[in-house]
Structures are given as C-alpha cells and as structure tokens.
C-alpha cells in the first residue's frame, strides 16, 4: 500500500470559506494554516495565576476562534462571539472549557459584515474580560 505525503510547501486547500465555516474546527477545516492572532488578552484567578486567550483570524476562511495562550494556569471557559455589525445582536457563540494549563480552541465563526470578540471566563472567581472587536470586513 501506498501512502502519500505532502511535501515542504505543498498548497493545503482550506475546507470551508465564510459563514460554511460556522461552528467547524479550524484545525480539521485547515483554517489554523494562515492564522494569526488579531488580539489578546488574560483573565486572572483569585489565586493569582491567570489565563491567557487569543482571537485567531484566517484570511483564507474568513473565520475565526479562540484559543488559550501559552500562559494559561487555570481552568476556564474561552468563548469567540460574532454580533451584528452594530453589536447589539449576538449572532453566535462558541464555547469550550479548559481544565488547568490546557490548550485547547474553540469551533469558528465565519462570515463577512460581522464584528466578533474572543472572551474568557476564569472557573472559581467567574471572572470574565474580552478582546476588543474586530470588524470582518477588515
């Protein structure tokens, strides 16, 4: 049996664009290939240790997520919303809890026209902050 193996610089075709993209992984959907971190920010825990949580955003996808940074000590929930373009309808929301010093992403949100946010939520305290928005027309 033969199996084939992508070479240094193969082309990788992304599997979703846009709102098909919408709660899909970013990793299975290889959006995670030309993804960068848009903004960031830390919640911190009572015991002083904090987590650390990135918007991610693929051009090639037109979505985006969000993960934990590499800092993360404490359990959390990160969430990536997308709302209206005047941000007073939550369109969506994706969700996923991280035990202590785990690394993990949440599905994406995709489409153009939107503003989303990536948000994090610290498990003992409930305290909970986010990035600023970033318009996916942008």
Same mark, same amino acid.
């Given at each position: 049996?033969?199996?084939? *193996? ?23 959907? *290889? ?18 240790? =904090? ?10 996808? %037109?979505?985006?997520?969000? =993960?934990?940074?590499?800092?993360? *000590? ?8 997308? %709302? ?9 929301? =994706? ?9 993990? %992403?949440?599905?994406? *949100? ?16 409930? =305290? ?11």
């Amino acid at each position: 049996m033969i199996s084939l *193996v992508p070479l240094g610089g193969t082309a990788y075709a992304a599997g979703c664009k846009g709102t098909a993209c919408e709660n899909k992984g970013p990793v299975a959907m *290889v959006c995670d290939k030309d993804a960068r971190t848009v903004a960031s920010g830390e919640v911190y825990s009572s015991q002083g240790g =904090r987590t650390d949580y990135e918007l991610r955003w693929s051009n090639t996808c %037109w979505a985006g997520w969000a =993960r934990t940074g590499s800092g993360s *000590v404490y359990a959390s929930t990160i969430s990536i919303e997308k %709302w209206n373009p005047d941000r007073t309808v939550l369109v969506s929301r =994706r969700t996923v809890t991280v035990k202590n010093g785990q690394h993990d %992403w949440t599905n994406m *949100v995709g489409g153009k026209g939107y503003m989303v946010r990536a948000c994090a939520k610290e498990a003992n305290t409930g =305290r909970s902050t986010c990035t600023g928005f970033l318009g996916t027309d942008s």
